[in-house]
């Protein structure tokens, strides 16, 4: 096995690694499916956390982690699928941050990790043993690299901007307790 093939098998494992789990977590959100609490359910939830409306913040979340970790797994729109799995795990690391960055603790380890080797295959690319590399790249060009990271950013950042500006509002009016009971 030359070094070429096991770069090509060492991409294949981790797109198959990381789309799959990017795809359980998105049909949960989306169908419900492995214990999930579907559009409505993770629409509530998503509402309980800032992003609202929560239908639509869980359809938007639940296709960029469905949609990105199949297309990943593909290795299809290698670029595209990257980038919108990446800014989703960003959305799920604002949530998570205040607890540290250890999962065990709520933190926001586990969502990096799966944005960070996203965005690592996005700017990578799929390599050989790839959907993109049986179609002649036609979904998966160099220009296509910044554009994706741009447009998931502009997208994160007004979304995860405005739930931070909703949950400074609702903190205004609260005013911590001057005495312990």
């Known amino acids: 096995m030359t070094c070429a093939d096991r770069h ?19 049909a949960q959100k989306l169908f419900g499916w492995f214990g999930g609490g579907g559009i ?54 604002a949530v998570h941050a205040p607890n540290g960055f250890f999962n065990q603790e709520g933190g926001f380890e586990y969502a990096a990790s799966l944005g960070l080797t996203a965005a690592g295959l996005a700017v990578t690319g799929p390599g050989r043993l790839s959907l993109d590399h049986v179609l002649g790249h036609a979904a998966n060009r160099s220009w296509m690299v910044p554009v994706a990271f741009a447009a998931t950013a502009a997208a994160t950042t007004m979304a995860v ?21």
């Open 8 to 26: 090509d098998l060492g991409l294949l494992l981790l797109r198959l690694g990381t789309g799959g789990v990017l795809a359980a977590h998105g």
């Open 40 to 93: 409505e359910g993770t629409g509530q939830f998503m509402e309980s956390l800032g992003y609202v409306p929560g239908p639509a913040s869980a359809t938007a979340a639940g296709l960029a982690e469905a949609g990105g970790g199949v297309l990943l797994a593909l290795g299809l729109a290698t670029p595209a699928a990257g980038a919108a799995a990446a800014g989703a795990m960003a959305g799920a690391s």
């Open 161 to 181: 901007g405005a739930r931070v500006r909703r949950l400074r509002k609702a903190r205004e009016g609260e005013q911590e307790a001057l005495f312990e009971e």
